[in-house]
Nanobody
């Protein structure tokens, strides 16, 4: 089983930056794809970015060029560097782990608030 703990959220002004971290413990981290999702108030949870076990990345169009997902397998941690933040980026950000067998785990989320 995998436990995921997100951190790094907070309040930032528009145009600012935050780096989210997701620390994983338990099962084998290096074999898993990792992803970030977010859920704004009143909205459904949406996908933001993915990084595969090989380090390939993919992004939601609205965050391309502003957000960067990365992973440090030695630290069992995945990161989301968020630059040029906009008020519409305000949401609870969740970390997701996907094993090669399709087993999925979620963290409990970290709140990001971007003020205008």
């Amino acid at each position: 089983q995998v436990q995921l703990v997100e951190s790094g959220g907070g309040l930032v002004q528009a145009g600012g930056s935050l780096r989210l971290s997701c620390a994983a413990s338990g099962s084998i981290f290096t074999n898993n794809a990792m992803a970030w999702y977010r859920q704004a108030p009143g909205n459904e949870r949406e996908w933001v970015a993915t990084i595969t076990n090989l380090g390939n990345t993919n992004y939601k169009n609205s965050v391309k060029g502003r957000f960067t997902i990365s992973r440090d397998n030695a630290k069992n941690t995945v990161y989301l560097q968020m630059n040029s933040l906009k008020p519409e980026d305000t949401a609870v950000y969740y970390c997701k782990s996907i094993s090669p067998y399709g087993v999925v785990y979620w963290g409990k989320g970290t709140l990001v608030t971007v003020s205008s």
